[in-house]
């Protein structure tokens, strides 16, 4: 496959993670969303493309309502898209989603973009009143009256969920179709929705080799030519970490991916983690951590394998202090994006179109 390195993109995603401060000590909900605000202000300064904030409704995470984030970063950035990772459609609304981010696009003089998608946690479907019996139904129906509604044209639509709808308008109105992904974990029927709909695609890549999922790119390529779509960019999110060197990196990391790890198997009956793991993951699997080399090749190893468009580092897992997260955002705009578009060059002059696969190191 033949990769262009200037037309890759790159970003950063974050739930906003309740950190700790150098010693260890839990730093306040409040503090820990003006240091989110911070992190999306350097992410702008070095150059990074997109900065994407989560939505939880848990002690664990200190955003609930991301496009507030964002309209604060909005007034403090000049070129970084504002974004989601991910809103949780399923327990929303549709339009209420558009009305704000077409206020933050329009705050942001149009940089706001959204990825929506089921989501990993449950919480906000008691807390909104929805049932988990009615999971598909909702998300199908909510990202239908969706993708209707980000065109900015009136909105005519029908279904079970809510009251139909005859050539609604909503305001602010966009001044332009809002950019939407559609965020998938590994569901063949997932990846065959975002095309019905005519969306990009967000693979969440969290564990395991990223390789895997290449079954899941070539399915959704397939299913857009299929249904008549013109080709739709593919992303990946993974978490990872970057310093100065792999040990430091690890030594920095691991006890929060650990407690970040085991705080959620608790709740999901999964068994204990532990450092094995967590080598395996970053040695092996999904785990973009070590040194700006180390993760730059990983990274565009990635991209080469899976022929994807754009990257995202969830670059906080756990509980890890906002300064290491600060360099660790630094270093991936000043050194790994450069250094991954430098290596798919390489790959490029050395393969030309060859599907071959890259090596990881």
């Excluded at 990769?3 to 150098?22: E, R, W």
């Excluded at 493309?49 to 604060?72: C, K, M, N, Q, T």
């Excluded at 399915?219 to 792999?246: C, M, R, T």
């Excluded at 754009?310 to 790994?336: C, N, W």
Aim: charged share 20%.
């Amino acid at each position: 496959m033949s990769i262009d390195p200037q037309s890759i993109t790159f970003g950063l995603d974050t739930f906003g993670d309740v950190t700790v401060d150098a010693q260890g000590d839990p730093v306040p909900v409040s503090q820990v969303l003006r240091d989110v605000v911070a992190q999306g202000e350097l992410a702008d300064q070095v150059g990074i493309d997109h900065f994407s904030i989560g939505e939880h409704h848990r002690p664990d995470f200190a955003v609930s309502a991301p496009d507030v984030v964002l309209a604060a970063l909005a007034a403090r950035t000049q070129r970084i898209t504002l974004g989601t990772a991910v809103i949780v459609l399923s327990s929303d609304d549709p339009l209420r989603v558009v009305e704000r981010f077409s206020t933050l696009d329009g705050l942001s003089n149009g940089r706001a973009e959204l990825t929506v998608g089921r989501g990993s946690f449950t919480e906000s479907f008691p807390l909104f009143g929805f049932s988990m019996q009615d999971y598909e139904t909702l998300f199908e129906e909510k990202l239908d009256l969706l993708a209707a509604a980000i065109t900015g044209e009136p909105i005519t639509w029908s279904g079970a969920t809510r009251p139909p709808l005859n050539e609604q308008s909503l305001y602010p109105p966009l001044e332009r179709a809002l950019p939407t992904w559609v965020a998938v974990g590994g569901s063949p029927n997932s990846v065959i929705r975002a095309a019905r709909h005519g969306l990009p695609l967000m693979l969440a890549i969290i564990g395991g080799p990223a390789q895997r999922f290449a079954p899941y790119v070539q399915l959704f390529h397939e299913a857009n030519q299929k249904l008549g779509n013109a080709p739709l960019p593919v992303g990946v999110h993974s978490p990872g970490h970057i310093a100065a060197d792999d040990a430091t990196a690890r030594e920095q990391l691991a006890p929060h991916w650990i407690h970040n790890r085991n705080e959620i198997g608790r709740e999901r009956g999964w068994g204990p983690s532990g450092i094995a793991e967590f080598d395996g993951e970053m040695q092996h699997g999904a785990l973009y951590a070590g040194s700006p080399e180390t993760v730059a090749r990983k990274i565009a190893a990635t991209i080469g394998s899976l022929g994807v468009d754009r990257f995202d580092l969830k670059y906080a897992s756990g509980p890890m202090p906002h300064e290491q997260l600060m360099e660790s955002i630094r270093l991936y705009g000043t050194e790994v994006i450069p250094r991954v578009r430098e290596l798919l060059a390489q790959h490029g002059r050395e393969h030309g179109d060859a599907d071959s696969a890259f090596d990881e190191a």
